[in-house]
T-cell receptor, first 112, second 113 residues
Framework: DAKTTQPNSMESNEEEPVHLPCNHSTISGTDYIHWYRQLPSQGPEYVIHGLTSNVNNRMASLAIAEDRKSSTLILHRATLRDAAVYYCILRTSGAGSYQLTFGKGTKLSVIP | DTAVSQTPKYLVTQMGNDKSIKCEQNLGHDTMYWYKQDSKKFLKIMFSYNNKELIINETVPNRFSPKSPDKAHLNLHINSLELGDSAVYFC????????????FGPGTRLTVT
């Protein structure tokens, strides 16, 4: 599986935007970029995914670099409920696409 | 309504015992999974079933045996429990299309003493 690199931890003030970076320099043309998050004592939760174009949904935005070697998850206004570990995951569209390979993720702390 | 549910939420048992964890999803999904999250918080896939058929079986001791009576259920049976089996086990489900998002259950914290 292609690898991703994320900072171990980040801090944000409540109600401010948060930009969570992810490097994936070995991404292939068929790899999709997925983001999940895991709140304390809960199972992971899907956030967003994309291939080439930037994506928006009710939870977040995903900005993908033109060369696709990096991406940024954007939370437009952090709340205390957004404190979680955020995982950036590459998924191929071929065989093995059923599984998610989780890395260490970024632990986001939100300061009131 | 709970989309993916697991029972029990906590399970404390002694070494050598056999135990089962149950998982049910009411989302109509075709694919279900079991993941293990160890004490270092790494999440690793164990098994995946698609329409009651095993499609992923990672390197897991054969003491672990998944059973899917129907596509809404995927149970995990563990024989001869060992201390190293202590972890949080998560069940998940997704639509057949491999890129669809996965929905995770709340987890079962297994403690082997």
């Amino acid at each position: 599986d292609a690898k991703t690199t994320q900072p171990n931890s980040m801090e944000s003030n409540e109600e401010e935007p948060v930009h969570l970076p992810c490097n994936h320099s070995t991404i292939s043309g068929t790899d999709y970029i997925h983001w999940y998050r895991q709140l304390p004592s809960q199972g992971p939760e899907y956030v967003i995914h994309g291939l080439t174009s930037n994506v928006n949904n009710r939870m977040a935005s995903l900005a993908i670099a033109e060369d696709r070697k990096s991406s940024t998850l954007i939370l437009h206004r952090a709340t205390l409920r957004d404190a979680a570990v955020y995982y950036c995951i590459l998924r191929t569209s071929g065989a093995g696409s059923y599984q998610l390979t989780f890395g260490k993720g970024t632990k986001l702390s939100v300061i009131p | 309504d709970t989309a993916v549910s697991q029972t029990p939420k906590y399970l404390v048992t002694q070494m050598g015992n056999d135990k089962s964890i149950k998982c049910e999803q009411n989302l109509g999904h075709d694919t279900m999974y079991w993941y293990k999250q160890d004490s270092k918080k790494f999440l690793k896939i164990m098994f995946s079933y698609n329409n009651k058929e095993l499609i992923i079986n990672e390197t897991v001791p054969n003491r672990f045996s998944p059973k899917s009576p129907d596509k809404a259920h995927l149970n995990l049976h563990i024989n001869s429990l060992e201390l190293g089996d202590s972890a949080v086990y998560f069940c998940a489900s997704s639509q057949l299309a491999g890129l669809a998002e996965q929905y995770f259950g709340p987890g079962t914290r297994l403690t082997v003493t």
